[in-house]
């Protein structure tokens, strides 16, 4: 035989034996999930308001009508899952791929990135203070509030969350920081004047004063420049297929949302 022919005889042999051997590649998520016809979103369980929320028996909000958007892109139904019930059983479900995304105000942290990914953002939200206008009068010397609360040893609040602490150590490192357990309690105590202010993000404290415009009378809100948040959806760590699809989808979200347009959209619960 001609040594050409029995080394072209060899070569597809071993491409056979190859072939076989080489183990078949996971099914892409994405497949996964048009198969099944279906992406399912978590959310969490309690309302949070504009992302996620019922109103008149409904569940709505951005995060719901952004989950439809990409469901529709895929040529799926969505399945909104609001069984969240913390930041650990939000771990705990993505990475047993109980959900193929998260969200509802997921914010980008440094920390929690080490267990979940995060897509690209598809919103940012920055950050403000609600000071209790008669303190600030009490002790007011300079036009700029912010530059009050960074030179005086003030009582800043701030919700129990470690993001949210530390931002306020940095930004007012002589001020005495108190975390609460609920934002209801945060500006109870702003307003009875046991804190000069209350550290907040933007949804939280512009939703304040949709709710009670009246609280205008006792709480000046400043925002802070120069300190901001992103927000965007969660995957397992090893859902590479669906977080890169999501990422060339989400730069597709209008790039001048904000969080006042988002508050103008949807109805307060």
Known sequence: MHPRKILVGVVVSALALFSLARPALAEPEIDQIKQRKTLIVAMPKEDRYPYCYTLKGQTMGFDVDLAKKIAEGMQVTPQIDRTITDTADLIRKMNNHEADLAMAGM???????????????????????????????????????????????????????????????????????LPFP?????VQATLDGRLMAAFTDEVEGKSLFLTKPELGLQLQYVQIPKISDDLGAVTAWDRRHLRSWMNLYLQNVPPNMTVDKVLISYPLP
Request: with cysteine; aromatic share 6%; net charge positive.
């Open 107 to 177: 914010k980008v942290l440094l920390g929690q990135a080490t267990q979940i990914c995060f897509t690209s953002s598809y919103l940012s939200m920055e950050y403000a203070v609600l000071i209790n206008r008669l303190n600030l009068a009490a002790v007011r010397q300079l036009d700029d509030p912010l530059i009050l609360l960074r030179e005086n040893c003030a009582r800043i609040g701030v919700m129990d969350q470690p993001q949210n602490i530390d931002y306020v150590h940095r930004l007012f490192p002589r001020a005495k920081v």
């Open 182 to 186: 609920s934002m209801d309690r945060l």
